[in-house]
């Protein structure tokens, strides 16, 4: 309440929420039927996704980090760090910046992440040259290239190398995602993964950061619409002609379920007043 107090006049302004990330809703500003399209464009000109992450960027002045890292961390944020930043983007309207950010410097949390996200998005997103915003401060460029290991620190080319091995058991494989391994170099470099900035504690006397700014360009394709497929319905015994007497047989089922409800909607009515009249 202290620091929300000293910022005065700004607090009017202020919307706090508790929220997960990844389901943050969107601001109320118009329905997607009058967009032309299934979602909206995005409501939010600028967003700080400053995600959970494993903390080993922070080792400098918590020293503890060390004797309780594993890989597992990595592991269990890749999934949840991606769903944020997926859903930051789903709110950034065209045109805005995300800042997504970590205290790690680890690639699965931080260009896995990235390289991932900007390859879901189909476009809609492009890496920020921001070099020249901060030119004193020292930092490492984006990598392009990393490795992924398991808990006993085996090193493994491919997702699909590890998919196939038999020395790490079914159950502990499906925690190792595709995206965590580094994209193709020409798609790396397309991407401009160089581009985010590594804050390395030795280069500028400081803790471990990762940080990338994003700049959304056009509206997030968004999944395809819901369509039932001709060759399911050529399937129907009868081809089209079953399909449509079918989907007419749906429809009257339809009806006849409203009809139902409405029945029962009366009848709780009805329960209702008697239950008040007594």
Same mark, same amino acid.
């Given at each position: 309440?202290? $620091?929300? +107090? ?80 997926? $859903? ?23 260009? +896995? ?20 915003? *901060?030119?004193? *401060?020292? $930092? ?5 290239? %990393? ?8 090193? %493994? ?23 965590? %391994? ?14 985010? *900035? ?14 990338? *700014? ?11 619409? $819901? ?7 050529? %399937? ?6 079953? +399909? ?35």
């Amino acid at each position: 309440s202290r $620091r929300c +107090a000293a910022l005065g006049e700004m607090c009017s302004r202020l919307l706090v929420t508790c929220h997960a990330a990844q389901k943050m809703p969107p601001l109320p500003l118009g329905d997607p039927r009058e967009a032309g399209g299934r979602y909206l464009d995005g409501c939010f000109d600028r967003i700080i996704c400053d995600v959970p992450c494993s903390g080993d960027g922070t080792a400098r002045k918590n020293p503890s980090v060390w004797h309780r890292w594993t890989q597992e961390y990595a592991l269990e944020m890749h999934p949840l760090q991606l769903q944020i930043a997926m $859903r930051g983007a789903a709110l950034l309207a065209p045109g805005g910046l995300l800042c997504y950010s970590t205290c790690s410097l680890n690639p699965l949390e931080n260009e +896995a992440v990235v390289a991932e996200l900007l390859t879901r998005c189909g476009g809609a997103l492009e890496i920020v040259d921001s070099s020249a915003a *901060l030119p004193e *401060l020292r $930092r490492a460029d984006g990598l392009h290239t %990393w490795t992924v290991m398991d808990d006993d620190l085996t090193k %493994w080319p491919t997702h699909a190398d590890l998919a196939a091995s038999s020395d790490v058991p079914a159950n502990v494989r499906r925690r190792w995602l595709p995206s965590m %391994w580094p994209p193709p170099p020409a798609t790396a470099a397309a991407l401009k993964l160089e581009r985010c *900035l590594r804050l390395l504690p030795h280069l500028a006397d400081m803790g471990g950061f990762f940080v990338v *700014l994003l700049r959304k360009v056009a509206p997030l394709p968004g999944p395809p619409a $819901r369509r039932r497929s001709l060759a399911r319905m050529a %399937w129907s015994p009868g081809g089209l002609g079953d +399909a449509s007497q079918e989907s007419a047989g749906a429809g009257a089922r339809g009806r006849a379920a409203a009809l139902k409800v409405a029945e029962i909607g009366e009848k709780f009515d009805g329960i209702m007043a008697e239950a008040q009249a007594v």
